[in-house]
């Protein structure tokens, strides 16, 4: 099983990035997936999860109208639109999905499977 995150980099303050998580090894088409952020000497922290029927999702307070989750199960990957970043948006974002059938949630302990994580910089 593996989960491979992409799309960080370095942008400026009010720009956008679109980090995309490709998985790999099994099919995640009925799982929650999610993404997490951890910045320098902070602990890792929700972002953003979206149910397998895309319907539902949750949003941290800090990134509502600003970020979106979406996913494609076809391709078995999750992305996360990112807009109007902030240097506090400064961390290295992780996927992670739940096991089959597992309901949603907002807690990073709540995740099984990682990606090996994608670092945005936001400049001011």
């Known amino acids: 099983v593996q989960l491979q995150a992409s799309g960080g980099g370095l942008v400026q303050a009010g720009g956008s990035l679109r980090l995309s998580c490709a998985a790999s090894?099994?099919?995640?088409?009925?799982?929650?997936l999610g993404w997490s952020r951890q910045a320098p000497g902070k602990e890792r922290e929700f972002v953003a999860a979206?149910?397998?029927?895309?319907?539902?999702?949750y949003y941290a307070d800090s990134v509502k109208g600003r970020f979106t989750i979406s996913r494609d199960n076809a391709k078995n990957t999750v992305y996360l639109q990112m807009n109007s970043l902030k240097p506090e948006d400064t961390a290295v974002y992780y996927c992670?999905?739940?096991?089959?059938?597992?309901?949603?949630?907002?807690?990073?302990?709540?995740?099984?499977?990682w990606g090996q994580g994608t670092e945005v910089t936001v400049s001011s």
């Open positions: 090894g099994r099919t995640f088409s009925t799982s929650v």
């Open positions: 979206v149910s397998w029927s895309t319907i539902t999702t």
């Open positions: 992670a999905a739940r096991r089959n059938g597992f309901p949603m949630s907002t807690q990073v302990r709540a995740y099984e499977y």
